[in-house]
């Protein structure tokens, strides 16, 4: 079944601002929300499918990424920048990232908002560095991680204190009489379990140092200081939690040959005198692909060719930058004793000058003839 338009999910168009947006993110939450509709599956379908929406719409490198490209551009892994929930995101997640849209009216799924907290990993911070024509094309990375992970035979029990609510309840004597106030359990930190049993070389809450291989798929048109989250891939949660995140940032490896600025590319173009002087063809290195250009006959040394389309997309709006080729022309350091007296007739004779006259027609026949 193919998703809807996120925008259709919220019932808003297209230029909507971030303030409408949240404002039907929550009518939608509120009107399908697991308390007011409890077993009722479709109704928990809907509000999954409005806190998809507005994970993207909310955050403006997101919406910009899904306006230029749908949800396929949203890519798997979390997708560009951590979009898509529909790959493992449950109801305590949801309630854990967006529970403050609801004002204090809901707690967590199913009520008991301050009650045993749903204890989460901590996440992971890695850098990435690609070449041009991967962050324009897309890739996929294998890599190796290292983690924090539950030891095997780690166990749990209920905390002794809150008997594993998560909370504590005290007491206190006042002038007004007797007030009772509940507090985040200070053995379990509001988790509700303690460590039972712990393997060697594990720490206090069973969980090891280890390794793994990951491979993240890398969207098209990434650019250099964004983040991809990759859920559920940090370090583990103790005692059956949610693992963490990992966040991947990207860093664009520097290019000898191609520059960037912004969304246009620019390269330069060595070529000899003869080829400037009788023009050639040439095969040119792109983000997409080697493509061939042609250089006229008389081509000065400062030239700009202009490649459209060539350039990345754009991540703002629809369409991509271009490619500029900046043409150099390569003097000769040595030349043949035929080549110099020709030179040094011309020179001598005043139809070689340094500024386009009605003779340089004239002197590139010459040259023609010479290289010939």
């Given at each position: 079944?193919?998703?809807?338009?996120?925008?259709?999910?919220?019932?808003?168009?297209?230029?909507?601002?971030?303030?409408?947006?949240?404002?039907?993110?929550?009518?939608?939450?509120?009107?399908?929300?697991?308390?007011?509709?409890?077993?009722?599956?479709?109704?928990?379908?809907?509000?999954?499918?409005?806190?998809?929406?507005?994970?993207?719409?909310?955050?403006?490198?997101?919406?910009?990424?899904?306006?230029?490209?749908?949800?396929?551009?949203?890519?798997?892994n979390g997708g560009f920048g951590g979009g898509g929930f529909g790959g493992?995101?449950?109801?305590?997640?949801?309630?854990?990232?967006?529970?403050?849209?609801?004002?204090?009216?809901?707690?967590?799924?199913?009520?008991?908002?301050?009650?045993?907290?749903?204890?989460?990993?901590?996440?992971?911070?890695?850098?990435?560095?690609?070449?041009?024509?991967?962050?324009?094309?897309?890739?996929?990375?294998?890599?190796?991680?290292?983690?924090?992970?539950?030891?095997?035979?780690?166990?749990?029990?209920?905390?002794?204190?809150?008997?594993?609510?998560?909370?504590?309840?005290?007491?206190?004597?006042?002038?007004?009489?007797?007030?009772?106030?509940?507090?985040?359990?200070?053995?379990?930190?509001?988790?509700?379990?303690?460590?039972?049993?712990?393997?060697?070389?594990?720490?206090?809450?069973?969980?090891?140092?280890?390794?793994?291989?990951?491979?993240?798929?890398?969207?098209?048109?990434?650019?250099?200081?964004?983040?991809?989250?990759?859920?559920?891939?940090?370090?583990?949660?103790?005692?059956?939690?949610?693992?963490?995140?990992?966040?991947?940032?990207?860093?664009?490896?520097?290019?000898?040959?191609?520059?960037?600025?912004?969304?246009?590319?620019?390269?330069?173009?060595?070529?000899?005198?003869?080829?400037?002087?009788?023009?050639?063809?040439?095969?040119?290195?792109?983000?997409?692909?080697?493509?061939?250009?042609?250089?006229?006959?008389?081509?000065q040394s400062g030239k700009i060719l202009r490649l459209a389309g060539k350039?990345?997309?754009?991540?703002?709006?629809?369409?991509?930058?271009?490619?500029?080729?900046?043409?150099?022309?390569?003097?000769?350091?040595?030349?043949?004793?035929?080549?110099?007296?020709?030179?040094?007739?011309?020179?001598?004779?005043?139809?070689?000058?340094?500024?386009?006259?009605?003779?340089?027609?004239?002197?590139?026949?010459?040259?023609?003839?010479?290289?010939?």
């Amino acid at each position: 079944m193919s998703k809807r338009d996120y925008y259709e999910v919220l019932g808003i168009s297209k230029s909507a601002s971030a303030d409408e947006i949240k404002k039907a993110y929550r009518k939608m939450a509120i009107k399908y929300h697991p308390d007011k509709n409890p077993g009722d599956k479709e109704a928990e379908e809907k509000f999954k499918e409005a806190a998809e929406a507005y994970e993207v719409l909310s955050d403006d490198q997101k919406r910009a990424r899904y306006d230029q490209f749908g949800h396929a551009g949203m890519g798997g892994n979390g997708g560009f920048g951590g979009g898509g929930f529909g790959g493992g995101m449950n109801m305590e997640d949801i309630f854990s990232q967006f529970g403050d849209i609801f004002g204090g009216g809901f707690g967590g799924f199913g009520g008991g908002g301050g009650g045993r907290q749903q204890v989460k990993g901590s996440n992971l911070r890695i850098r990435i560095k690609l070449n041009l024509e991967e962050m324009v094309n897309g890739t996929h990375k294998t890599i190796k991680v290292k983690k924090m992970k539950m030891a095997e035979g780690a166990t749990s029990k209920t905390c002794p204190t809150c008997n594993g609510s998560g909370v504590q309840l005290k007491v206190m004597n006042t002038m007004f009489g007797q007030m009772q106030t509940q507090t985040t359990c200070s053995t379990c930190q509001g988790i509700g379990k303690v460590a039972d049993k712990i393997p060697a070389g594990a720490n206090a809450q069973g969980l090891v140092k280890d390794e793994e291989e990951i491979t993240i798929n890398i969207p098209a048109g990434a650019r250099d200081g964004i983040q991809l989250n990759v859920r559920g891939k940090g370090n583990d949660a103790p005692f059956g939690g949610t693992p963490g995140d990992l966040l991947v940032i990207i860093e664009e490896e520097v290019d000898q040959t191609i520059k960037r600025e912004g969304d246009n590319l620019h390269q330069e173009l060595y070529v000899s005198f003869a080829e400037a002087a009788l023009g050639t063809k040439k095969e040119i290195p792109t983000v997409g692909g080697k493509v061939k250009i042609t250089v006229d006959p008389g081509t000065q040394s400062g030239k700009i060719l202009r490649l459209a389309g060539k350039g990345l997309p754009s991540i703002d709006s629809y369409g991509k930058g271009d490619m500029f080729i900046h043409i150099n022309v390569w003097t000769p350091q040595k030349l043949t004793k035929e080549q110099k007296d020709f030179f040094e007739k011309q020179m001598s004779s005043g139809e070689m000058v340094a500024e386009p006259s009605g003779k340089e027609k004239t002197f590139f026949d010459k040259v023609k003839d010479l290289f010939n």
